[in-house]
């Protein structure tokens, strides 16, 4: 018997249609899936791939014990996570050992910000992984903006809003272009440090980048405080451009 | 009769297979292929392509005037170069209003550092434009590393080896996760910088990311000085991680 495959599949920003080929292809033809959600919701990675598995398919939701109930910096953050992402990697790992592959449903792209890397770590060493890159959040929020994010020798730096308010401040004053992701509730201070840095006036709000219910807007002009879970704020570059 | 679209359509880092559903459709249907290479060469994106197209495909290579010949501080460089966009704008202009679409190949993310750019500005508001979103070089090259690029709040900094070293070294410092592109002739300069930041010894060198001659190196293992056009150094952030 052949040990199986544990592929961690980048599913994009959200529209099927930006999957990979090879995404597309892995996810029609799993007969295992798994995927990350929130107690008792569908799961965003769940959702952008409905439709497209196979009949007999078998699902493995990853139930989150926790997202925002417990503070970040509570030590038993990190001892709830940790005994989670070992009870579904035993279970992903013995999946393999028994001979099946098993596709990982990551949103946007594996190795960037996402929870997957919790689940290849614990398994790269055991069996084996691969993962599939994919269109990032970021580029399909700067895509729908209708205006390139890089030119010539522009640096693009990537914050997370999680992050201190004098950290943004500097990260934003030193860049050309900005991509801020994780946004939810620190909107007031990543607005703040936005306006500090002088590029509150130059930024864009993208939410639900390419998918049905996308709205991009001048960050000046958004009224509703309250943005989604997939929401992006981009100020472009302005490079060399002949 | 229907004016045509332009697609700048994203073909990813460079393995087919890693093109988004949406751009191998549009590729296998177009009849009008225009595609940017420099004079004597085939050219990096219709390298990828290759194999793809419908038989009667009328493809439009669009041959840099210059590339390294006159250095981009010359004022003569822009001219140059304004010129030749014109002119291939003009093409493809023409085409839309005949009622034909026209796909352009542009290597990874067309807004990303994408020449594409040069062509959508002056396009986008004469003839119906789309642009296809895509894996980015940089997300091939940091997969293929086998460890994630960003953890938790992990700021990113992608930075263009063309840059003074100074500003390159200011940029390297300020970063937890980095990303280096457009080495090329800037190698010594950047490695320089690398030291001086301290982030030389943790940076990789990835060249032609998930194409079939893939290299990952340790960059501090690396002995041949003369890195190719698809070549990316990687340095990974280390945030928090349960």
């Known amino acids: 018997m052949t040990t199986g495959t544990i592929y961690g599949v980048g599913l994009g920003p959200g529209n099927p249609d930006l999957m990979s080929v090879k995404a597309d292809r892995l996810l029609r ?59 579904v990697t035993d279970h992903l790992i013995a999946l393999a050992q028994s001979g099946e592959d098993v596709v990982v449903l990551c949103e946007g792209d594996p190795f960037f910000y996402g929870s997957f890397m919790h689940i290849y770590t614990r398994v790269k060493d055991v069996v084996p992984t691969e993962v599939i890159p994919a269109i990032t959040g970021m580029s399909g929020a700067w895509t729908a903006t209708g205006t390139p994010i890089t030119w010539g020798d522009d640096v693009l730096t990537v914050v997370a809003g999680t992050m201190e308010k004098d950290k943004l401040v500097e990260h934003m004053s030193a860049t050309d272009a900005l991509v801020v992701m994780k946004i939810g509730s620190n909107y007031d201070k990543v607005i703040d440090a936005l306006k500090i840095s002088g590029l509150y006036d130059a930024a864009w709000l993208v939410q639900f980048a390419t998918m049905g219910k996308q709205t991009v807007s001048k960050l000046s002009e958004v009224t509703d405080k309250v943005t989604p879970y997939f929401s992006i704020i981009i100020v472009h570059g302005h490079g060399r451009r002949p």
Do not use: C
Not at 47 to 60: K, L, Y
Not at 71 to 78: E, F, G, K, L
């Open 29 to 87: 033809n799993a007969k295992h899936v798994a995927f990350f959600r929130k107690a008792g919701r569908k799961g965003q990675a769940r959702q952008i791939a409905d439709g497209m598995f196979r009949e007999d398919v078998i699902e493995f939701p990853m139930e989150y014990p926790v997202t925002t109930e417990i503070p970040v910096s509570d030590p038993r953050y990190n001892e709830v996570l940790s005994a989670f992402y070992k009870e």
